[in-house]
């Protein structure tokens, strides 16, 4: 009797995470529909950078007992976002 309740209950969250998952894809595809070319090649870079990053930081080996943890990358990272982020704060204002 326990395993069909838990089973129940099993199948029941499943669903609702499918459905949760599907409404999150839906909306990241509306957002970035939405978005114009600049903006994508905005967007597309800083992801790029931010997978630069973690491959980096993976592949990259202590040499020395030395601990590296990628910081050009990751100081690149910011200063994308920081600019990207004033450009379109600056954008919006003047359209």
């Given at each position: 009797?326990?395993?069909?309740?838990?089973?129940?209950?099993?199948?029941?969250?499943?669903?609702?995470?499918?459905?949760?998952?599907?409404?999150?894809?839906?909306?990241?595809?509306?957002?970035?529909?939405?978005?114009?070319?600049?903006?994508?090649?905005?967007?597309?870079?800083?992801?790029?950078?931010?997978?630069?990053?973690?491959?980096?930081?993976?592949?990259?080996?202590?040499?020395?007992?030395?601990?590296t943890d990628?910081?050009?990358?990751?100081?690149?990272?910011?200063i994308v976002?920081?600019?990207?982020?004033?450009g379109w704060?600056?954008?919006?204002?003047?359209?």
């Open positions: 009797m326990d395993a069909g309740i838990w089973k129940d209950r099993i199948d029941s969250t499943l669903t609702r995470v499918e459905r949760d998952l599907g409404d999150i894809a839906a909306g990241a595809r509306h957002y970035f529909a939405r978005l114009d070319t600049a903006e994508r090649m905005v967007f597309l870079g800083l992801l790029v950078i931010g997978l630069f990053y973690l491959l980096l930081r993976h592949f990259q080996r202590p040499e020395d007992g030395e601990e990628g910081q050009f990358a990751g100081f690149l990272f910011v976002a920081v600019a990207a982020g004033f704060m600056v954008s919006g204002q003047t359209a």
